[in-house]
């Protein structure tokens, strides 16, 4: 199972230091795409994506958010300080995933 990343450069360039790989994104519409080439790939398992993409799909988010199937969107702290604590997202993969980050 693959863990991928949508973001700007700096949250999916330091993600890629770990190994999780991911698309650089600049506008609403190449996050959809990204996100939605993610959700077809059967070898994806989670995906990430910042914050402040979130933010800018609004409530498309969260409807990616509340599927009941894999794999499991969840939004994380991205570059620009936005999100949850990390602490609370290694918690959620965690418990999603039974990885430890």
Do not use: W
């Amino acid at each position: 199972m693959i863990i991928r990343v949508v973001g700007d450069l700096v949250t999916v360039r330091g993600l890629g230091f770990i190994g999780i790989p991911g698309a650089v994104v600049e506008s609403a519409d190449e996050a959809r795409d990204s996100i939605q080439k993610f959700l077809e790939d059967e070898e994806t398992g989670l995906v990430l994506v910042a914050q402040s993409v979130a933010d800018e799909l609004g409530n498309e988010f969260d409807d990616y958010k509340l599927r009941r199937n894999l794999p499991l969107v969840m939004n994380i702290p991205d570059s620009k300080g936005e999100g949850e604590e990390a602490e609370n997202i290694h918690e959620m993969i965690r418990k999603a995933l039974g990885v430890k980050l």
